[in-house]
C-alpha cells in the first residue's frame, strides 16, 4: 500500500478501492474580482494564489487514471433552492441572484458560476452543483462516490472553513478518509484556515489528515489507480 506521509500519522493509499481527488468551489464568483466573495467584501487574491497548486494535483491525478470531482455553489435561476436566511445574511452590496459584472451571483449556468479555465474539467469529469456549503447536501455526491467504490477523498478548494470544512464533516460522517491539502486550500481569513486545519487533525485525525501539495504528490508517485476505477 503506498502512503502519503501527512498529520497526524501517514494516509493510506489503497490500491484496492478508489481514491479521488475533490476541488471545492474553485468558481469565478469566489477568486475573480466582481463576484460573490468580492461583494462580501473579501481579497480575493488570496484564493487566487493556490491556483497552480490545485492545478499540479489535478495534472497529476489525470496522469495517474484516478476520479476527478469539482464543485461548484450555485442556485436555480428562481431562487427556489435559496433559503432567504442565505440570501439576505450580512446584506452584502450584491445578494445572490442579482446581475453582477458575471451574471447573476451564484446562479447555475452564469459565467460567474463557471470554473475558472485554470481548473476546468476534462470530458467525463463530473461537476457537482451544489444549492448549500456542503457538497453532499441535495446532491448526487454520494452515489457517484459509490459507484466509483471511491473510500479515500483527497480535498482542495475554497473556502477553507466553510464549504471544504463542511464537506469534509459530511464525508467523514459517511465513512470516508479525507485528507485535506495544506496549501491548496484558502480562506478569505488565514486565522480560520489555520484553525480549520488544526480541527481536522485533532486528537487522532478526529476529522481527517492533513499534508502539504509536495507531500501529497511523493505519494500519488507510488499509487497508480486500479484499472477499473480509471475514467
Known amino acids: 500500500m503506498a502512503v502519503?506521509?501527512?498529520?497526524p500519522y501517514d494516509y493510506p493509499l489503497p490500491m484496492e478501492t478508489g481514491v479521488a481527488l475533490m476541488i471545492?468551489?474553485?468558481?469565478r464568483d469566489f477568486l475573480e474580482p466582481g463576484g460573490f466573495g468580492a461583494a462580501l467584501g473579501n481579497e480575493v487574491s488570496r484564493l487566487q494564489a493556490i491556483v497552480p497548486t490545485v492545478q499540479q494535483l489535478?495534472?497529476?491525478?489525470?496522469?495517474?487514471?484516478g476520479l476527478i470531482?469539482?464543485?461548484?455553489?450555485?442556485?436555480?435561476?428562481d431562487l427556489t433552492d435559496c433559503p432567504p436566511s442565505k440570501r439576505l445574511r450580512g446584506?452584502?452590496?450584491?445578494?445572490?441572484?442579482?446581475?453582477?459584472?458575471?451574471?447573476?451571483i451564484l446562479i447555475l449556468g452564469e459565467p460567474g458560476n463557471q470554473i475558472i479555465p485554470e481548473l476546468a474539467p476534462q470530458p467525463g469529469e463530473p461537476v457537482i452543483?451544489?444549492?448549500g456549503k456542503g457538497a453532499f447536501y441535495n446532491t448526487n455526491l454520494e452515489f457517484l462516490l459509490k459507484t466509483h467504490q471511491i473510500t479515500h477523498l483527497i480535498v482542495a478548494g475554497v473556502t477553507?472553513?466553510?464549504?471544504?470544512?463542511?464537506?469534509?464533516?459530511?464525508?467523514n460522517d459517511r465513512g470516508y478518509d479525507c485528507l485535506l491539502v495544506e496549501d491548496a486550500t484558502e480562506s478569505y481569513f488565514p486565522e480560520f484556515k489555520q484553525?480549520?486545519?488544526?480541527?481536522?487533525?485533532a486528537q487522532g485525525g478526529i476529522v481527517g489528515w492533513t499534508a502539504t501539495a509536495h507531500q501529497v504528490l511523493a505519494g500519488l508517485a507510488q499509487w497508480q489507480a486500479p484499472p477499473r476505477f480509471s475514467r
Request: glycine fraction near 8%; proline fraction near 8%.
Open 129 to 131: 452543483a451544489k444549492p
Open 91 to 104: 446584506n452584502p452590496r450584491l445578494k445572490i441572484g442579482d446581475p453582477g459584472p458575471m451574471g447573476r
Open 58 to 65: 489535478q495534472n497529476t491525478f489525470r496522469d495517474r487514471g
Open 4 to 7: 502519503i506521509a501527512a498529520q
Open 195 to 201: 484553525a480549520t486545519l488544526d480541527m481536522v487533525r
Open 24 to 27: 471545492i468551489d474553485m468558481q
Open 69 to 77: 470531482l469539482q464543485t461548484v455553489e450555485g442556485h436555480r435561476p
Open 160 to 171: 477553507t472553513e466553510v464549504c471544504v470544512q463542511t464537506t469534509l464533516r459530511e464525508a
